[in-house]
C-alpha cells in the first residue's frame, strides 16, 4: 500500500500527519454519505476537496453504520466502546454491540506466503494437514486447523498481510477525528476522547504482536496450574513468530451454543464464574475480552479459554484500592469511597471536591439499598462511579477501567446465557477473603513497617535537601521554571492576527512607496510613473489577500 504523510490542518490551527492519503479520501466519503461530514468539514487537506456544513443530528444507527462502513480499525474501536457505558450513552453502546467484524477471508496463497515469510520455506514439512478453509477470520488475523507432523492437532492464527500498516493509517485519521470532535464540541473533553483513543491505540497494538500474546498465554497456564475446569491451550513456540501463532486445537462449543449441546449449565455457570473471578480478584493478572466467543465448553463442562491479545493487570495496590472501595460501601462510608476514588483518578483541572463527593453519594445511593453489598451488581455500581466522575474531568486510570470492564462482562454474559447462576453469590467469597486479606493483622503490620522505611528514608533525606535549598538560595542559584500554557486554538488564532496584520503594513508601504515614485522619470502607463503602477498594484493584492483570510478565518 502506498504510503504518503500528507499534513492536514485543522480550523483551529493545528497539524496533523495522515499517513494513507487514499484512506483519508475514503474516510470522508463515508463519513459525507452517513451525516457525519461535519467531522471533516473545512480542513485544509491536500488532495482532498474541503467539506462545508454543520453539524448534523446525530444517531447511533447512522454512527453505526458509518463505523461498520469504515472497516476493522473502527470496528473494533466500536466494540471497545460498546464495553464502556461510562463514556457514552446506553443507545450508543447498544448501537455499538451490533457491530461485527465481518471480513472476507483471504485466499489461501495469501496465508501461505504468509506462513512460508514467517516459518521458513521448511514449514509443510512439520505439518501433516493444512485445512485451507479458514475455521475462523477476522480483521487482524486468519485462523485455520492443522494436524502437525506428530500427529498434534493445532490451529494456526495467521495474521493478515499489511493489516499493520493499515491499523496505523486509520490510527492517524482517528487521531485527526478526535481533534475535530473537540473543536466542534468542547464539552466532550470530560470524556476524555484522547485518553479512550490512546488506551485503543496500545490494545490495538499490542494485539499484533503474537508473541507477547504467547507470552499471556504461558502466564494464564502457570497461573492456572493443573486446575481440572480451566483449559489454556498449549503453545508450539517453534511455528510462532510476531504474525503466526500455533496453538492447541481445543474441541468444543462456544458457551453461547452450550445449552443447545446439552451441556450441565449449573455446573458452567458456576465453574465460568470461578474462572473468570479466580483471575479478576486472585491473579490480579486477567483476560481483558472475555466475550462469548473467546469461552468453549469442552467435555467435561471444562472451560476453555481463547484470545489473549488483551490483558489487564492489578498491582497490590489497585487491588487494595478496589478492595477498600467495596469495604467502605459495606460499611455505608460514602465520605471514604469518594476518598479512595479521587485519590486514584486522574484529575485534568482543579477538582470541587464537595461538588464531587455529592456527585459520588447520590451514585452510590442509587446502586446500594443500605442492606448488603452483596446485592448490589459491582460492575454496574463501579462503572456508575466512573461515569459520575467524568462530569468533574476525573478519570479512572485505564487499568482500573479494564478492571470494571472485565467484571461487568462477567456479570453480564452469566445473567445474559446462564440464569442459573447467581454472579453476586459467585463473588461473594472472592470480595470476603479479600477484605479479610486487606484488614487483617499481619497485612497491617506489612504496611505499617512499609510505611515506618519510607518515613525513615524521607527523615534521612530532609537534612541534606533542607541545606542544599538553603544554599542554593543564598548563593541565588534558585530558580523557578515557570510556563504559561496556551491553548493551541488560540495561539493560531494568534498567529493569523500578526500574520494579516504583517501583510496589511506591506500593503500600506507598497500604496506609500506608489504615491512617492508618482513623478518618477521614466515609463508611463495609465497616466503614472510604471513604478508607481507596480506599488499599487503590490499594495491592492496584498490588502485583497487581507480581506480574504479576514473573512475565511473570522480570527
Same mark, same amino acid.
Given at each position: ?268 455457570? !458456576?465453574?465460568?464464574?470461578?474462572? $473468570? #473471578? %479466580? &483471575?479478576? @480478584? ?7 475480552? /472475555? ?101 468533574? !474531568?476525573?478519570?479512572?486510570?485505564? $487499568? #482500573? %477501567? &479494564?478492571? @470494571? ?7 453480564? /454474559? ?142
Amino acid at each position: 500500500m502506498k504510503i504518503v504523510r500528507p499534513v492536514v490542518r485543522t480550523v483551529g490551527g493545528l497539524t496533523h500527519t495522515v499517513r494513507d492519503l487514499n484512506r483519508l479520501r475514503e474516510v470522508v466519503r463515508v463519513l459525507i454519505r452517513h451525516g457525519l461530514g461535519w467531522l471533516v468539514a473545512n480542513l485544509e487537506i491536500s488532495g482532498v476537496p474541503r467539506v462545508r456544513g454543520a453539524a448534523s443530528e446525530l444517531t447511533p444507527e447512522r454512527v453505526a453504520q458509518a463505523v461498520q462502513e469504515l472497516g476493522p480499525t473502527f470496528i473494533k474501536l466500536g466494540q471497545v466502546l460498546s464495553t464502556r457505558p461510562d463514556v457514552i450513552p446506553p443507545a450508543y453502546v447498544e448501537a455499538f454491540q451490533q457491530l461485527q467484524d465481518d471480513v472476507q477471508p483471504l485466499p489461501f496463497d495469501a496465508i501461505e506466503r504468509q506462513l512460508t515469510a514467517e516459518l521458513g520455506e521448511g514449514w509443510r514439512e512439520r505439518v501433516a494437514r493444512f485445512d485451507e478453509r479458514p475455521l475462523a477470520t477476522a480483521s487482524i488475523a486468519q485462523v485455520h486447523r492443522a494436524t502437525l507432523a506428530d500427529g498434534a492437532e493445532v490451529v494456526f492464527k495467521v495474521q493478515r498481510p499489511d493489516i499493520a500498516a493499515k491499523i496505523r493509517a486509520d490510527l492517524s485519521i482517528l487521531h485527526l477525528l478526535t481533534n475535530r470532535l473537540l473543536t466542534e464540541f468542547p464539552e466532550a473533553r470530560q470524556l476524555d476522547p484522547r485518553g479512550i483513543l490512546n488506551e485503543f491505540e496500545g490494545s490495538i497494538t499490542a494485539e499484533l504482536d503474537f508473541l507477547a500474546e504467547a507470552d499471556n498465554m504461558r502466564r494464564f497456564a502457570r497461573n492456572f496450574g493443573d486446575d481440572p475446569i480451566v483449559r489454556v491451550p498449549d503453545l508450539y513456540p517453534r511455528l510462532t513468530t510476531t504474525r503466526v501463532l500455533c496453538i492447541e486445537f481445543l474441541d468444543g462449543v462456544k458457551i453461547r451454543e452450550a445449552r443447545e449441546a446439552g451441556c450441565d449449565m449449573d455446573e458452567v455457570g !458456576r465453574r465460568y464464574l470461578t474462572v $473468570a #473471578y %479466580t &483471575m479478576l @480478584f486472585d491473579h490480579g493478572f486477567f483476560h481483558g475480552d /472475555l466475550h462469548p466467543g473467546n469461552v468453549l465448553i469442552l467435555p467435561g463442562e471444562v472451560i476453555g479459554l481463547l484470545d489473549f491479545g488483551m490483558v489487564g493487570r492489578l498491582t497490590r495496590d489497585m487491588k487494595d484500592s478496589i478492595v477498600s472501595l467495596i469495604f467502605a460501601l459495606e460499611r455505608g462510608d460514602h465520605r471514604t469511597i469518594s476518598r479512595i476514588f479521587f485519590d486514584i483518578a486522574i484529575k485534568e483541572v482543579r477538582v470541587d471536591y464537595d461538588a464531587f463527593e455529592r456527585d459520588t453519594t447520590a451514585v452510590i445511593e442509587r446502586n446500594w439499598t443500605g442492606t448488603s453489598v452483596q446485592d448490589m451488581q459491582i460492575g454496574r455500581f463501579l462503572m456508575d462511579v466512573t461515569r459520575g466522575a467524568l462530569r468533574h !474531568r476525573v478519570h479512572a486510570p485505564p $487499568a #482500573y %477501567t &479494564m478492571f @470494571f470492564k472485565a467484571l461487568l462482562t462477567t456479570e453480564g /454474559l452469566a445473567k445474559a446465557l446462564i440464569p442459573e447462576v447467581d454472579p453476586l453469590a459467585a463473588a461473594r467469597p472472592y470480595v470476603e477473603r479479600l477484605i479479610n486479606e486487606r484488614f487483617s493483622t499481619d497485612r497491617l503490620r506489612e504496611d505499617l513497617f512499609y510505611n515506618l522505611v519510607t518515613l525513615t528514608s524521607l527523615a534521612n533525606r530532609l537534612p541534606i535537601t533542607i541545606t542544599q535549598l538553603l544554599d542554593d538560595i543564598d548563593q541565588q542559584r534558585l530558580h523557578l521554571n515557570v510556563q504559561a500554557r496556551v491553548d493551541p486554538a488560540e495561539r493560531g488564532a494568534q498567529d493569523r492576527r500578526q500574520n494579516r496584520l504583517i501583510l496589511a503594513l506591506f500593503s500600506v508601504t507598497a500604496v506609500v512607496c506608489g504615491s512617492l515614485t508618482l513623478d518618477w522619470e521614466g515609463a508611463r502607463a495609465l497616466g503614472m510613473s510604471a513604478l508607481s503602477l507596480v506599488f499599487y498594484v503590490v499594495g491592492a493584492a496584498l490588502f485583497a489577500l487581507v480581506l480574504a483570510m479576514t473573512l475565511r478565518n473570522r480570527g
